[in-house]
């Protein structure tokens, strides 16, 4: 071996010893209790996020030179990386619970932000996995700014953000979720502003990080985060599949699937799910797994907001986002909860492309004492604007029955940019139920059995004007939304790029 052989085999032996004591996380011991209390250590996440063989490690010696006298911090606490998803590529960050509880320590917070600049930079989704206690105590804050959460702002709408808690996540860390366009807990994960013994000092209240911030509360009760999985096996599947109905960012469109159920077809079972009378209930759930292409409906939110329904799914190959209400469920009302979770899928959906579908079936948006405190109102607006800035083709469907601001929230506005505006031929329309609004307008009976028959006729009197594009026969349904897919294809082979939305926000 020649003296400069000599000399770079003991620079590479070096190197390879700093690797090696980067990738040990926090140590054989720690790293097994880990992994036995059920969950997957940091690499391991990584390693199923991203495909087999690609993932690439970034900022692998951050905290690896230890500092007055403190022992190096591998990885400081957080893996992070790139590689490919499907093929696509991706870049990925896991807090490692085993490293200081997982808590962010400077240069990880730089870390954190490096990899939302080069998320807006290469134009690739970010993912997040969260398990750790927040900043570090030890910071002195010394690093870049703007930190990570302004890059985080900053990356919103340009590409796909997603947020996975799979242990308890606090302070810092924890807001990560809320600046996601996708949240998915695990059963064993927890997120809080403070943890309960900040909780205890602060405010003297005693609680566990369950009864704090477990699933229980954020997925069913805030709706912070989305959905729930099992484990951490089902989290990382859950976000791989989300992500393939988007497309890497914003200045691209989402790709179609060509092959498996995108072909036309008749909807011969949908007279059995959905009867003409009104007031019958069916789950909307069952009509979308028959509408949509086979096993590719995603719902989004599934335990809050529960009388709207968002979720995506393929409709001949083609990525959509579909809201609907669900008539078992308080008949389709629209609560502040469903209104606000339908808002942020229409954001999520008009800032990469992904036409959306609305199937209404709703009396209107809530009333009552409970409904005006909770700001029913405010959230309706909100989703009414949402709809009304949508730049991607909608499609509107009215089912059975839709009334009052209910129907123009769902995008039934006459003229309101719809590619197409359609109707089942038994629907009833009006500005309220005439059963429950004929009273409050002391109608007599005569007046009350003339508006309650424009009502039960007035997909045809609609149409009549107009306002629908056509009346068609519900198991014709599939046939007639692709249809308008089609139409709208000019515009979707156009130049794309980031929306700006302007006004203010109700």
């Not at 999985?229 to 989300?242: F, G």
């Not at 038994?426 to 508006?451: F, N, Q, Y």
């Amino acid at each position: 071996m020649s003296t400069e052989n000599q000399e770079w085999a003991a620079i590479l032996q070096t190197l390879q010893l700093r690797r090696t004591a980067a990738q040990a996380m926090g140590g054989s011991e720690k790293v097994q209790r880990h992994r036995n209390s059920g969950k997957q250590d940091a690499r391991q996440r990584l390693t199923q996020l991203f495909d087999a063989g690609t993932f690439v490690e970034l900022g692998a010696f951050v905290g690896g030179v230890g500092a007055d006298e403190n022992a190096p911090v591998p990885a400081d606490a957080l893996v992070a990386g790139f590689g490919e998803i499907e093929g696509r590529p991706a870049l990925g960050a896991a807090e490692d619970f085993t490293v200081l509880g997982g808590s962010i320590g400077d240069g990880a917070a730089d870390k954190r932000y490096r990899l939302t600049q080069l998320a807006a930079q290469e134009r690739v989704p970010l993912i997040f996995m969260l398990e750790g206690a927040g900043h570090r105590l030890t910071n002195t804050h010394a690093g870049r700014r703007p930190n990570d959460l302004q890059g985080l702002a900053d990356l919103s709408g340009q590409v796909p953000i997603v947020c996975l808690v799979m242990g308890a996540a606090a302070g810092h860390g924890a807001l990560t979720a809320p600046m996601s366009d996708f949240v998915v807990m695990t059963e064993a994960a927890s997120m809080f502003a403070a943890g309960p013994p900040l909780v205890k000092a602060a405010t003297g209240e005693i609680v566990t990080k369950e009864q704090l911030g477990g699933p229980q509360v954020h997925v069913a009760v805030s709706g912070v985060a989305h959905n729930l999985c099992v484990d951490d096996e089902a989290a990382i599947d859950l976000a791989r599949k989300y992500l393939s109905y988007f497309p890497l960012n914003a200045w691209e469109r989402p790709a179609k699937k060509t092959h498996g159920d995108v072909e036309e077809r008749s909807l011969d079972a949908i007279l059995d799910l959905i009867s003409p009378n009104s007031r019958r209930p069916y789950r909307m759930r069952k009509v979308l797994e028959l509408l949509v292409d086979e096993d590719s409906l995603l719902e989004i939110q599934p335990k809050f907001g529960a009388s709207v329904v968002v979720a995506l799914a393929r409709l001949g190959g083609h990525s959509v986002a579909i809201i609907a209400n669900d008539p078992s469920v308080m008949a389709g009302t629209i609560d502040a909860d469903g209104a606000d979770k339908a808002t942020h899928f229409m954001d999520v959906a008009g800032a990469f492309h992904l036409p959306v579908i609305f199937l209404a079936d709703n009396p209107g948006v809530m009333g009552g004492t409970r409904a005006e405190q909770s700001g029913a109102l405010r959230h309706a607006a909100r989703m009414f604007v949402a709809q009304r800035r949508l730049k991607v083709p909608k499609l509107h469907v009215t089912l059975r029955k839709a009334f009052g601001f209910g129907s123009s929230i769902m995008a039934m506005n006459p003229f309101d940019g719809q590619t197409l505006s359609l109707a089942f031929p038994a629907v009833t329309l009006g500005s309220s139920p005439v059963a429950s609004g004929a009273d409050s307008a002391k109608l007599d009976e005569a007046t009350r059995a003339r508006i309650e028959a424009e009502q039960v006729g007035g997909s045809y009197q609609i149409a009549d004007r107009m306002v629908y594009d056509d009346i068609i026969d519900p198991r014709d349904l599939r046939n007639a939304l692709m249809r308008g897919l089609k139409l709208s294809a000019g515009r979707q082979s156009g130049v794309c790029e980031p929306r700006l939305v302007s006004g203010i926000t109700p």
